[in-house]
């Protein structure tokens, strides 16, 4: 992205709101939704990573894979339940066990990953350590050799950057950047995390040579982006105006361009808008190769992620967990 705004909004033109924001698609779920949910939740109980609120988040993984098979969708919605009980739990905005010792903190959030990938045995014990192992066991039981090296390598790149904040975007000048900002979400929205769990998803193993054609790389990192830009809109009452965070793209445009919040939340729409045109263009146009399976596992991957980034948008629309009375954002005002 350039260093200048992706718009100067010329005079009496309307801003973008979030009524705006692409959506590629319609919103499907799962049909093994439930009884997935229900196992899940029971997991979380047992390993004692429930909160409160896992109803508005133990149901996310149904929208993003709509057609995995009940035993892979249980596995990846255990998975990203564990996230979202380290995010909510370790959020960087809130003091907790870990605040002033973000080191020791990595080390755990490191160990737990080996556990899950290589099924090590740290030298300590930590609570999250138990449910690490019924991770390694569920994706050991289905997933294709190899897998686990690109879901350590993503997972590994996210959990490295929950603790950074606002502070790790100010550029050498000593201003908040837009463009260090965007880095640093890209890795910390753990949309790569997910994305690497849609072979196992699909019961499959893409091969490097679909993965590193440049367009599908293209494609994951727009998938990718969608994923965490999007999110900035529907979070922004909890981590802005609840937490006091500058960890929030609207937040950083507000701060680094002198906007209003609704022209922040104009330029945050304008760059989904613009990531998902390009996205669907690039659809259409997956790279060929000689080989019949490589053009279908192609196919089928870039399905997977126009999936995700579909799901990003519905789910976030249909769950509690961005929906206040006090939202910016009169849609979301409403609890369902």
């Given amino acids: 992205m350039p ?82 009980f380290i995010d909510d739990l370790y959020d960087r905005n809130i003091t907790h066990l870990y605040s002033h010792d973000a080191e020791k903190y990595q080390h755990i959030l490191e160990n737990t990953l080996r556990i899950i990938c290589d099924r090590d045995k740290p030298k300590t014990d930590h609570p999250f350590y138990p449910v690490a192992y019924e991770l390694n066991r569920r994706f050991s039981e289905i997933a294709m050799p190899g897998w686990f090296e690109r879901f350590k390598a993503a997972s590994m790149k996210h959990l490295r950057s929950v603790t950074y904040d606002a502070e790790h975007a100010v550029d050498d000048s000593g201003t908040l950047s837009v463009e260090k900002y965007i880095a640093l979400r890209e890795a910390d929205c753990a949309m790569e995390s997910m994305i690497s769990t849609i072979d196992i998803a699909l019961g499959v193993y893409t091969p490097d040579a679909v993965l590193n054609h440049p367009k599908i790389q293209r494609l994951v990192r727009l998938a990718t982006r969608f994923g965490g830009f999007s999110n900035e809109l529907f979070s922004y009452e909890k981590e802005v105006l609840r937490l006091g965070s500058r960890f929030n793209l609207v937040a950083v445009f507000m701060e680094a361009h002198e906007l209003s919040f609704a022209e922040a939340v104009h330029e945050t729409i304008l760059l989904i808008n613009r990531e998902t045109a390009e996205f669907l263009e690039l659809e259409k146009n997956l790279p060929v190769w000689d080989d019949p399976h490589l053009n279908e596992l192609a196919r089928l991957y870039a399905s997977a992620l126009k999936d995700q980034i579909v799901a990003a948008y519905h789910w976030q629309f249909t769950t509690n967990r961005y929906r206040s009375p006090h939202s910016p954002f009169p849609e979301l005002r409403q609890m369902l």
């Fill in 3 to 84: 260093s200048e705004l992706l718009s100067r909004q010329p005079s009496g033109r309307q801003l973008l709101i979030l009524a705006d924001h692409a959506v590629p698609g319609p919103k499907r779920k799962n049909p093994q939704a439930d009884k997935a949910n229900q196992i899940t939740k029971q997991l979380c109980q047992k390993y004692r990573i429930d909160l409160p609120n896992i109803d508005e988040y133990n149901t996310m993984a149904a929208h993003v894979f709509p057609h995995a098979p009940v035993d892979r969708l249980v596995a990846i919605t255990l998975w990203l339940d564990f996230l979202y």
